[in-house]
T-cell receptor
Framework: GENVEQHPSTLSVQEGDSAVIKCTYSDSASNYFPWYKQELGKRPQLIIDIRSNVGEKKDQRIAVTLNKTAKHFSLHITETQPEDSAVYFCAFQDHRGGGADGLTFGKGTHLIIQP | DGGITQSPKYLFRKEGQNVTLSCEQNLNHDAMYWYRQDPGQGLRLIYYSQIVNDFQKGDIAEGYSVSREKKESFPLTVTSAQKNPTAFYLC??????????????FGPGTRLTVL
């Protein structure tokens, strides 16, 4: 089946520095790429998403870039804060048929913000 | 995502028993999904439903069954045929856009433990 590789699995950065997480996907027909943040024991929360008609999207300190030719997309967090510490998942929407298909998730990146 | 509820929060099952996990949403979403999350892993798609009285298998459907008799409800049954059912189960829902790219909102999850 389709899959997505996510790197790194763990990322430790100093508070105030930037963090970058990268994902590479296999389904060339994908057109929707969300990023979720999950705190320990909680549900995943959407933080930003991008659709294939744009190459970059920004929301305050968070940005996502997409390179469809290379089939990879990245999450950028600037001016990191302690509350950014969590596990981050990239995902893409498969095309199994119909308009509402499931997501394929990466294995996650544990982001640690060092004070 | 506050409009999606799952019950129970914790569930313990003996080997050989079937159990049913509840998922309800009041967001008027057409599509609903079930994912499984194992420790340190991403989410994997079990089943999804794009409309009432219709559902499709995801990547790991073996040992699970679902029904979609009402728009707001999508229960998941974990059968005795599921060899390793201990996991965190997450339900999600979304609108159903013709071109895809519909945001999925997650419920709080059910943590199932097989004794």
């Amino acid at each position: 089946g389709e899959n997505v590789e996510q790197h790194p699995s763990t990322l430790s950065v100093q508070e105030g520095d930037s963090a970058v997480i990268k994902c590479t996907y296999s389904d060339s027909a994908s057109n929707y790429f969300p990023w979720y943040k999950q705190e320990l024991g909680k549900r995943p929360q959407l933080i930003i998403d991008i659709r294939s008609n744009v190459g970059e999207k920004k929301d305050q300190r968070i940005a996502v870039t997409l390179n469809k030719t290379a089939k990879h997309f990245s999450l950028h967090i600037t001016e990191t804060q302690p509350e950014d510490s969590a596990v981050y998942f990239c995902a893409f929407q498969d095309h199994r048929g119909g308009g509402a298909d499931g997501l394929t998730f990466g294995k996650g990146t544990h982001l640690i913000i060092q004070p | 995502d506050g409009g999606i509820t799952q019950s129970p929060k914790y569930l313990f099952r003996k080997e050989g028993q079937n159990v049913t996990l509840s998922c309800e949403q009041n967001l008027n979403h057409d599509a609903m999904y079930w994912y499984r999350q194992d420790p340190g892993q991403g989410l994997r798609l079990i089943y999804y439903s794009q409309i009432v009285n219709d559902f499709q298998k995801g990547d790991i459907a073996e040992g699970y069954s679902v029904s979609r008799e009402k728009k707001e409800s999508f229960p998941l049954t974990v059968t005795s045929a599921q060899k390793n059912p201990t996991a965190f189960y997450l339900c999600a829902s979304s609108t159903r856009l013709a071109g895809g790219g519909d945001t999925q909102y997650f419920g709080p999850g059910t943590r199932l433990t097989v004794l």
